[in-house]
């Protein structure tokens, strides 16, 4: 028997999932339901996608891509896109062969064409091997790397536009990551209008849930699979940000969002320039604040 207060508010068949802001109880239907509109109202909001795009989604096979590529997959045809997968594989024993795995079964599973990029043939190895002697760098390494990476990728896809899966809680979390660095120009950076030539505009139609409801959604459409952690993540500042900013959001409802409104604002009141000037790489054409960009410099290019 269920109790009155544990039926769904909207149909009163048994609860699955309790929400807060607003409060309320949804069974399974009702909750995804929940999630696809918030996710497709934020899209037409911020004019995410225009008819005729190609989106390619920056699928890591991990949790919040999966949910990613599932609601693309329904919403993209009623507005007019297309959609591609596009997958970057760093050489991380352990991980992400089993990530990988499970990115390929489910484009598979969907239909959709899927482009894979190697570190080993972008770079000349595995990240593994790259970061041999700075194991406790493996994030700062990786970052820089995976980023040009998945712009090659995208390239390759011959997308219009970069779909990732950034959750509020990674959105959250990059915020104070960039307050604790003193990063100004990281974090009122603006990544969604791109770079032609360089990168296309990226989009995050996930930044509106939180982590929990990207798995509770994953659960209830019986795609959530139990996958390896990175075995870097530990080392990152990252690691520690995301255990404070959980209490934080446990103590103090609403932490995650009001992060998420001063970066907004800070962007606003900080204007193009407090992000710099870029030109472009002299030893690989790519842009970057400096004279040799960062990949550059990590692979030791250029003498
Ligand atoms: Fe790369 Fe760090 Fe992500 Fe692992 S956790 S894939 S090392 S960025």
Redesign the pocket.
């Known amino acids: 028997m269920t109790s009155a207060e544990n039926r769904c508010s909207l149909c009163g068949e048994s609860a699955a999932v309790r929400l807060t802001d607003p409060e309320r109880r949804l069974c399974a239907g009702h909750f995804i339901e929940d999630v696809e509109t918030r996710v497709l109202v934020a899209m037409e909001r911020e004019q995410m996608i225009a008819p005729g795009d190609r989106v390619a989604v920056g699928l890591?096979g991990g949790k919040d891509s999966t949910a990613l590529l599932l609601l693309l997959h329904r919403f993209l045809p009623t507005l007019g896109a297309t959609l591609v997968a596009a997958t970057v594989d760093?050489g991380?024993a352990g991980?992400r062969e089993e990530t990988l795995r499970a990115a390929e079964s489910l484009t598979k599973e969907l239909g959709i064409e899927h482009v894979i990029v190697t570190f080993a043939d972008l770079f000349g190895d595995d990240?593994d091997r790259l970061l041999v002697g700075r194991e406790t760098q493996?994030?700062t390494v990786?970052?820089v790397l995976?980023r040009r990476a998945l712009a090659e990728a995208v390239k390759r896809t011959g997308a219009t536009k970069l779909a990732t899966g950034h959750n509020l809680d990674d959105e959250a979390q990059s915020v104070l990551m960039n307050i604790l660095r003193g990063d100004l120009p990281r974090l009122v950076s603006d990544t969604s209008t791109g770079q032609p030539g360089h990168f296309v505009p990226r989009i995050k139609p996930l930044a509106v849930l939180s982590e929990k409801e990207i798995v509770t959604y994953l659960l209830l459409r019986g795609y959530y699979r139990d996958l390896p952690e990175?075995?870097?993540?530990v080392t990152?500042l990252r690691s520690e940000v995301r255990t404070m900013l959980a209490g934080l959001e446990h103590r103090h409802p609403g932490t995650m969002l009001r992060l998420m409104r001063f970066r907004d604002g800070a962007r606003g009141s900080a204007g193009p320039a407090a992000t710099g000037v870029l030109g472009t790489c002299r030893i690989c054409g790519e842009l970057t604040s400096g004279e040799v960009c960062q990949v550059c410099r990590l692979l030791g290019r250029g003498g």
């Open positions: 890591s760093e991380i991980y990240l493996g994030c990786c970052g995976r990175c075995p870097y993540a990152a």
